[in-house]
């Protein structure tokens, strides 16, 4: 027994040795490109001035607190991707359901319709919003032709405006995070449930829906996160009106060039999105749970 022993150690050895070393070049990459600029950002966040002698303070944090203005920011900020993220599943979750369980010949259309937008640069996707509805746009083209209205209507440079340009250009990510879960649900839950008595409805509330719930999780986080870092799109259909955490980082560094200020609005917006986040699937565990 004593001489079996080692020989079933160094198969073990070799895996967890081979296992390292796949995932060094992986986490060398993730440290260079995510933590390095973090704890870079961070170190300025707590600093005085920049250029300028090394003095660390927590006063940008203060400042940031004390500023309605940044506050209402950032208020607006997770506003937006809130309501991003819930339209986006609401509106995305029926597609997912089509690409999932129809046996129809269209079905791969829809797919090619789904990814489409991907191909297409963000910038273009928002300028083509633009074309639509600007003060000389379709819809207000439309509207003039027809008489509805007297006057071109400002259907930009308002919140839903942007929040409309966001979920064409995430709602892609929700609709594939969900149709990945629901592709690998067994048909034979629904039909157990109808077998037992529960309707069309009740079977999916009751069984389908919990079960997608992973892809629904994932969907989300993936057009939050998108959600709170974009710039171009509420920058461009917002037209100075809907300031978002980005462009007014952007400002801080840029315009003011107040590099410890801007940073100390990155550390913040960062923080208080992991927050959210952890409490995000600290609910979905407890969820599942139950």
Request: hydrophobic letters at 60%.
């Amino acid at each position: 027994m004593t001489a079996i022993a080692p020989s079933r150690r160094r198969p073990d050895l070799r895996r967890g040795l081979a296992a390292t070393l796949l995932l060094a070049p992986g986490v060398a990459l993730l440290a260079l490109v995510l933590v390095w600029p973090f704890l870079v950002m961070l170190g300025m966040s707590l600093r005085e001035r920049f250029p300028g002698p090394i003095v660390f303070s927590l006063a940008k944090y203060a400042e940031f607190l004390a500023d309605d203005y940044l506050l209402t920011v950032a208020l607006r900020s997770f506003s937006l991707a809130l309501a991003v993220t819930a339209l986006c599943a609401v509106l995305g979750y029926p597609v997912a359901w089509y690409l999932a369980r129809a046996r129809s010949r269209w079905a791969h259309l829809v797919f090619l319709g789904t990814i489409f937008p991907l191909l297409v640069s963000i910038v273009v996707r928002t300028m083509g919003w633009t074309i639509l509805l600007g003060s000389e746009g379709l819809v207000n083209a439309a509207l003039l032709r027809l008489g509805l209205v007297s006057e071109p209507l400002r259907l930009m440079q308002g919140f839903w405006s942007v929040v409309l340009g966001m979920v064409h250009v995430l709602l892609p990510f929700m609709v594939l995070s969900i149709a990945a879960v629901l592709g690998r649900i067994d048909a034979a839950y629904a039909e157990a449930a109808s077998t037992l008595g529960a309707t069309p409805l009740r079977g999916f509330l009751s069984v389908t829906l919990p079960l997608s719930v992973q892809g629904i999780a994932a969907g989300s986080v993936i057009v939050f996160c998108l959600t709170i870092g974009a710039f171009i799109t509420p920058l461009w259909l917002g037209r100075g009106h809907v300031t978002v955490m980005a462009i007014a980082i952007h400002e801080q560094m840029v315009t003011l060039v107040d590099w410890p200020g801007g940073a100390a609005s990155a550390m913040v917006l960062s923080f208080a999105t992991l927050a959210l986040l952890a409490g995000y699937g600290l609910l979905l565990r407890r969820w599942a749970r139950r």
